[in-house]
């Protein structure tokens, strides 16, 4: 078999094709998910009164010039979603409660901070609709592997964290 022309992905019946990894640790995940995401409600919370507190701070010692970073409280979510999904543990407090992690499905790799902060930002756009979050948890509901939708636009994967 010859190899596939540049701009070309390999054919699946190539010899050297891996499919997908499994996913059975992600299976019947979204309760642990839920109860997380209940979780991580307190603890963005703390992370936003401790953002607040640095940012009046600054304003003080900076004659009231820091009180701009007002404007970043409001993202305080995707910061704390993107500071600890991105990081070496690949999971927000509640999910380490819960004993998940975040991954990339096919290499088990890890997930960098800009696609945990996308991540989180499709998550809480598709829970301020009804029908985006409606659609994204039928996709959890429906699929075998407990992905939901915003899981699949990015590919990644929350699984059980042993």
């Given at each position: 078999?010859?190899s596939?022309?540049?701009?070309?992905a390999?054919r699946y019946?190539?010899?050297?094709?891996?499919?997908?990894?499994?996913l059975p640790a992600?299976?019947?995940?979204?309760?642990?998910?839920?109860c997380a995401y209940?979780l991580?409600?307190?603890?963005?919370?703390?992370?936003?009164?401790l953002?607040?507190l640095?940012i009046?701070?600054?304003?003080?010692?900076?004659?009231?010039?820091?009180?701009?970073l007002f404007a970043?409280?409001?993202?305080s979510g995707i910061?704390?979603?993107?500071?600890?999904?991105g990081?070496?543990?690949?999971s927000?407090l509640?999910?380490?409660?819960?004993?998940?992690?975040?991954?990339a499905?096919?290499?088990g790799?890890?997930?960098?901070?800009l696609?945990?902060a996308?991540?989180?930002l499709?998550?809480?756009?598709a829970?301020?609709?009804f029908?985006?979050?409606?659609?994204?948890?039928?996709?959890?509901?429906?699929?075998?592997d407990?992905?939901?939708?915003?899981?699949?636009?990015?590919?990644?994967?929350?699984?059980?964290?042993?």
């Amino acid at each position: 078999m010859q190899s596939p022309r540049p701009g070309y992905a390999p054919r699946y019946d190539a010899p050297g094709y891996l499919p997908p990894m499994p996913l059975p640790a992600a299976r019947g995940s979204l309760g642990a998910r839920f109860c997380a995401y209940l979780l991580d409600i307190v603890f963005i919370f703390g992370f936003s009164m401790l953002l607040w507190l640095a940012i009046a701070v600054i304003g003080l010692v900076t004659f009231g010039l820091g009180w701009t970073l007002f404007a970043v409280l409001p993202a305080s979510g995707i910061i704390y979603s993107a500071i600890t999904v991105g990081g070496s543990r690949q999971s927000t407090l509640g999910m380490r409660m819960m004993g998940l992690r975040v991954v990339a499905p096919e290499s088990g790799r890890t997930v960098d901070m800009l696609t945990a902060a996308v991540h989180a930002l499709l998550f809480y756009v598709a829970i301020t609709t009804f029908l985006l979050w409606f659609v994204d948890m039928m996709f959890g509901l429906v699929r075998s592997d407990r992905r939901l939708g915003h899981d699949l636009l990015l590919g990644l994967a929350v699984v059980r964290a042993g």
